[in-house]
């Protein structure tokens, strides 16, 4: 059973940075692509960021030069560094697994519950 365990939400102010972690167990990610998703109050869930496991990565545009994902294969654990957030950021941060690279929410199978960012101005 594929589990994804995030961590590292919390509430800071415009300008700050935070880092998420997300803990992955359950199967072999070896050509699994982890992404970032994130949902704020009354908007649809959208793509952030994903990294394939040989380190190529897409960020959608309201994040690209903020933020930066990565991942330690060994520990099958990725991450989202996130500086300069604005208010803009503030939503739930989800974790997700895919069978291949790809930045489509529907290609996620396997989901985290998320973690909270809340980005005061």
């Known amino acids: 059973q594929v589990q994804l365990i995030e961590s590292g939400g919390g509430l800071v102010q415009a300008g700050d940075s935070l880092r998420l972690t997300c803990a992955a167990s359950?199967?072999?990610?070896?050509?699994?692509?982890m992404g970032w998703f994130r949902q704020a109050p009354g908007k649809e869930r959208e793509f952030v960021a994903t990294?394939?496991?040989?380190?190529?990565?897409a960020y959608a545009n309201s994040v690209k030069g903020r933020f930066t994902i990565s991942r330690d294969n060994a520990k099958n654990t990725v991450y989202l560094q996130m500086n300069s957030l604005k208010p803009e950021d503030t939503a739930v941060y989800y974790c997700a697994v895919a069978l291949y690279w790809t930045i489509l929410l529907r290609d996620y199978p396997y989901w985290g519950q998320g973690t909270q960012v809340t980005v005061s101005s």
């Open positions: 990294i394939s496991w040989s380190g190529s990565a």
């Open positions: 359950g199967r072999t990610f070896s050509s699994d692509a």
